[in-house]
């Protein structure tokens, strides 16, 4: 079992252009897709679970839009908040988070505290991320420590850029799981994602249920992990 999936949660703007509706209509569809994802992966012992929910580059949507998923994202986090505590598990967020707005911001930093104390799995919300933008601020953190004299610039080495990110204690992704027939990154966990597995679906996010889930899980069970060694028993090897 991976201990990290991501999830880039794609599609929900075709689900709803599909069945003639519109766009933000897509997205309330597909919170039964996260909550159906969030319960399995926590039934099936996932420690963490990050959920690409809204870019650094989704601002540029028309506001329209953008105002209509901000309103869902704070009526979402407050109608969850229970099942969280109840099912024990913690929801953080992950990005720049101080570009959200005030209510966003109240309705997350609420089921944050209310949280904290889960035990059985960490769901990350990927809100205003982008993994470029993660880097970047973190070695502006590096180079403020550089220029006030806490560390030296010789000394800056991967475990310094790591620490440096949104989420240190996050470790990185075994799996990550793409919809909706995209087979790209999309700015997500840049840094993070350098030697996870990952599994693309046709299937649309708000059509996504425990069964895709399932199907990703087993195609991670068939793969050899390598992070660039020769196993003792790598049946790559023994099969050529």
Known sequence: MP????VIMDGNGRWARRT????LRGHEAGVEAVRDTVEAAAEWG???LTLYAFSVENWQRPKLEVDGLMRFLANFLAKEKDGLVKNRIRLQGLGRLQDL?????DALADVEEATKDGDRMTLRLALSYGGRQEILDGIQ??????ESGKTKAADVDLKS?????YDPSMPDPDLIIRTAGEIRLSNFLLWQASYSEFHFTDVLW???RREQL????RDYHSRVRRFGKVLDRDPAVENN
């Open 3 to 6: 201990r990290h999936v991501g």
């Open 20 to 23: 003639g509706l519109m766009r």
């Open 46 to 48: 996932i420690e963490h």
């Open 101 to 105: 707005p005030n209510k966003v911001a």
């Open 141 to 146: 953190k590096i180079l403020t420590d550089v």
């Open 161 to 165: 850029i790591a620490a440096s990110l």
């Open 206 to 208: 708000p059509d996504f």
């Open 214 to 217: 399932l199907l990703a899980l």
